[in-house]
C-alpha cells in the first residue's frame, strides 16, 4: 500500500510539474469529467479535456487556419454525428489514409466517440499492399486524401459497400462526400453514446512482407510519467507536429498534445525551411520529427538557417530510424540542447530515451530505458550479454502488446519481448542499436550488421548520405556493399572511405565495394 501511494504522488507530481494538474476552478473540473465520460475513455480523450479546460484557446493550426479548442471539439462531435447516421450502419472499422492536418485529426476523434476501431494507413501504400490491409482489418469505411482516390478504388474493389469520405480536397466540390461536408450538414450535433472502446490499429513498419497490425491493451500512467519526466512537455504550450501523424511516433505525439492542451501546429507535407519559420512563428517550445527530417534542416544553406533563431524550443523530438550522429550535434550546436531520441517499437511503446547530456556524450545512443521499462541484451541462448557485447534486444514494459490482428504475436523470453533489433548496452546503462535482426548477414563467418557500417561512413566529413545492404557473394556467402553521396567539393574515393572504415571498425565489417552517387 505504502509502495502504492508512492507511486500516486510521483505520478502527481510529474503532472503538476508539466501543468497538466493546474489551478482552475472547480466547475471546469466537472465539466472536463463529464466531457471525457461522454467522449469515452481511449486514445483521443485529451482532446474533450482540452475542450473543457481552455474552450477558446488555439486548439489546431493547419494550412486551413486556426481551430480552438473548442471548434475542434464541436467539428469531431459532428464527423462522429455523420458516421452514426451513414447509409447501412456506423462503421465498426474506419481506415484513416492522411496528412497532418484537422481532416486526419477530426476523423480520429470521430472513430473514437462512436467506438469504431482505426486503422492508420500510411501514405506510401500502393493499392495492393493497400487492398491487403483493408480486407484483413475488415475495414468498412476509410477516409482519404484526394490525392490517395486511386490507390483507395483499388484497394476496395473487394469491399464495395466500404463508405468512402474524403478528408482533404483542392477541388471543393469534385467529390459527393468530404469530412467538411459532413461535418458542415451535421453542425451542433453530437453522437449517440457508445459502450463500446474504440481500439487503435498501428502498422508496424513491414520489415518483411506486408506490414501487421498491433492490438494494445494500453499502457499505465507509468508510460506518460516516463514521457513528461524524461521530455520537457508543458500543458497549454505550442508544438510543432511534423512527424507523419499515422506512424505510432506522430500518432503518440498528437495524443500527448491533446491531452496536455498544447496548441498543435502542423501542415501536410514536410518542408525544412516552412518547419523552422512554423517555430519562430508560433513560439513554439516543441518540435516533433523523425530523424531524416532534422538531416535536411541541417542541410539548409547557412544563409537559410540564419533566419531563424529556434530559440523558443524547449525539447525537439524524434524516433523511428536511426540518427545521424554528425547532425545531432551541428543542430545542437546551432538551435540549443533540445534534441530527444526515443527508441520505440509499434508492439512495446516507448523503450529508450536520450536527452541532450546524453547525446552530446554519444550522439548515436538510443538512450536510457524509460521507467516502467526493463531491457535486456541476451545472445542466442537467452544469456545477458555483458556491457559492449552485442545481442538481440528484449524488452518489458507497461505497454501491453496483445498480438497482431493476424493472431500472430512476437518472440518472448522469461516475459519479456523481442523487440527485433540487435544492440548494445555501455557501462553506463544507455543502450545502442545496431541493427534489425533480420538485417544481419554472415560474411566469412561473422556476423556484420550493415547501418553500424552505415553509420560510420556518414560520419566521414565528405560524407553527406549512405545506404549500405548485405549481397550475395560467391566466396563469403554474403558482403556489404555501400553507397554514398559526397558532400558539396569533396574529393573523398572509395579506397579513402574504406580505410575510414577500417579505421574505426572490425576489418572484416569493410565494405567490398563503394559506390560514390550523384543523388
Known amino acids: 500500500m505504502l509502495e502504492r501511494l508512492k507511486q500516486i504522488a510521483g505520478f502527481a507530481g510529474t503532472l503538476s510539474r508539466a501543468r497538466v494538474i493546474a489551478p482552475l476552478r472547480p466547475d471546469r473540473y466537472v465539466r472536463m469529467g463529464v466531457a471525457v465520460r461522454r467522449a469515452g475513455m481511449n486514445a483521443t480523450s485529451g482532446f474533450a479535456i482540452a475542450a473543457q479546460r481552455c474552450p477558446d484557446r488555439p486548439g489546431l493550426i493547419d494550412e486551413l487556419g486556426?481551430?480552438?479548442?473548442?471548434?475542434?471539439?464541436?467539428?469531431?462531435?459532428?464527423?462522429?454525428?455523420?458516421?452514426?447516421?451513414?447509409?447501412?450502419a456506423a462503421p465498426k472499422v474506419v481506415g484513416i489514409m492522411a496528412r497532418n492536418h484537422r481532416g486526419f485529426v477530426e476523423s480520429l476523434i470521430a472513430a473514437n466517440r462512436i467506438g469504431a476501431d482505426v486503422l492508420l494507413l500510411n501514405t506510401s501504400f500502393a493499392g495492393p499492399a493497400l487492398a491487403e490491409v483493408v480486407v484483413r482489418e475488415?475495414?468498412?469505411?476509410?477516409?482519404?486524401?484526394?490525392?490517395?482516390?486511386?490507390?483507395?478504388?483499388q484497394a476496395l474493389k473487394d469491399r464495395p459497400r466500404a463508405a468512402k469520405i474524403v478528408a482533404w480536397t483542392d477541388a471543393p466540390g469534385a467529390h459527393e462526400v468530404t469530412v467538411a461536408g459532413l461535418v458542415d450538414e451535421h453542425r451542433g450535433r453530437r453522437p449517440s453514446q457508445v459502450t463500446r472502446t474504440s481500439k487503435m490499429i498501428l502498422l508496424t513498419s513491414g520489415t518483411t512482407g506486408s506490414p501487421k497490425g498491433a492490438k494494445h491493451s494500453g499502457g499505465g500512467p507509468e508510460a506518460l510519467k516516463s514521457i513528461l519526466d524524461r521530455t520537457p512537455w508543458r500543458a497549454e504550450e505550442t508544438v510543432v507536429i511534423v512527424a507523419p501523424m499515422f506512424h505510432a511516433w506522430g500518432f503518440g505525439q498528437?495524443?500527448?498534445?491533446?491531452?496536455?492542451?498544447?496548441?498543435?501546429?502542423?501542415?501536410?507535407?514536410?518542408?525544412?525551411?516552412?518547419?523552422?519559420?512554423?517555430?519562430?512563428?508560433?513560439?513554439?517550445?516543441?518540435?516533433?520529427?523523425?530523424?531524416v527530417m532534422f538531416d535536411r534542416i541541417v542541410d539548409l544553406p547557412?544563409?537559410?538557417?540564419?533566419?531563424?533563431?529556434?530559440?523558443?524550443?524547449?525539447?525537439?523530438?524524434?524516433?523511428?530510424s536511426r540518427m545521424r550522429p554528425d547532425v545531432v550535434i551541428k543542430f545542437m550546436d546551432r538551435f540549443g540542447?533540445?534534441?530527444y531520441?526515443?527508441?520505440?517499437?509499434?508492439?512495446?511503446?516507448?523503450i529508450a530515451t536520450a536527452t541532450p547530456s546524453d547525446l552530446r556524450a554519444a550522439p548515436d545512443t538510443a538512450g536510457r530505458p524509460a521507467e516502467g521499462t526493463e531491457i535486456r541484451v541476451l545472445d542466442g541462448d537467452?544469456?545477458?550479454?555483458?556491457?559492449?557485447?552485442?545481442?538481440?534486444?528484449?524488452?518489458?514494459?507497461?505497454?501491453?502488446f496483445d498480438g497482431y490482428t493476424s493472431g500472430q504475436t512476437k518472440d518472448f523470453h522469461g516475459g519479456f519481448m523481442s523487440s527485433g533489433d540487435v544492440g548494445y548496452l555501455d557501462e553506463a546503462g544507455r543502450l545502442f542499436v545496431v541493427g534489425r535482426d533480420d538485417e544481419m548477414i554472415v560474411s566469412g563467418g561473422e556476423n556484420v550488421y550493415p547501418i553500424e557500417v552505415e553509420k560510420t561512413l556518414a560520419a566521414h566529413a565528405?560524407?553527406?548520405e549512405a545506404a549500405v545492404l548485405g549481397v550475395d557473394d560467391a566466396e563469403y556467402g554474403q558482403r556489404l556493399a555501400a553507397f554514398v553521396v559526397l558532400s558539396d567539393g569533396a574529393s573523398a574515393t572509395p579506397d579513402g572511405l574504406k580505410a575510414h572504415v577500417r579505421e574505426n571498425l572490425a576489418n572484416y565489417k569493410v565494405p567490398r565495394s563503394i559506390t560514390i552517387l550523384d543523388e
Open 66 to 88: 486556426t481551430l480552438t479548442w473548442r471548434e475542434l471539439d464541436e467539428e469531431s462531435d459532428a464527423l462522429a454525428t455523420a458516421l452514426q447516421t451513414l447509409p447501412g
Open 138 to 153: 475488415e475495414v468498412d469505411a476509410v477516409i482519404y486524401d484526394e490525392e490517395f482516390a486511386g490507390s483507395i478504388d
Open 254 to 291: 498528437l495524443g500527448i498534445a491533446g491531452l496536455m492542451a498544447c496548441t498543435i501546429v502542423t501542415r501536410r507535407k514536410f518542408d525544412p525551411e516552412a518547419t523552422l519559420a512554423l517555430v519562430d512563428t508560433h513560439r513554439a517550445t516543441g518540435l516533433s520529427v523523425v530523424p
Open 302 to 320: 547557412d544563409d537559410v538557417l540564419s533566419r531563424y533563431s529556434g530559440r523558443s524550443l524547449r525539447f525537439a523530438a524524434a524516433s523511428g
Open 337 to 339: 540542447e533540445v534534441i
Open 341 to 350: 531520441n526515443n527508441y520505440n517499437a509499434t508492439e512495446a511503446g516507448m
Open 382 to 400: 537467452f544469456r545477458e550479454q555483458p556491457a559492449g557485447e552485442v545481442g538481440t534486444i528484449y524488452v518489458r514494459s507497461t505497454v501491453q
Open 462 to 464: 565528405d560524407v553527406a
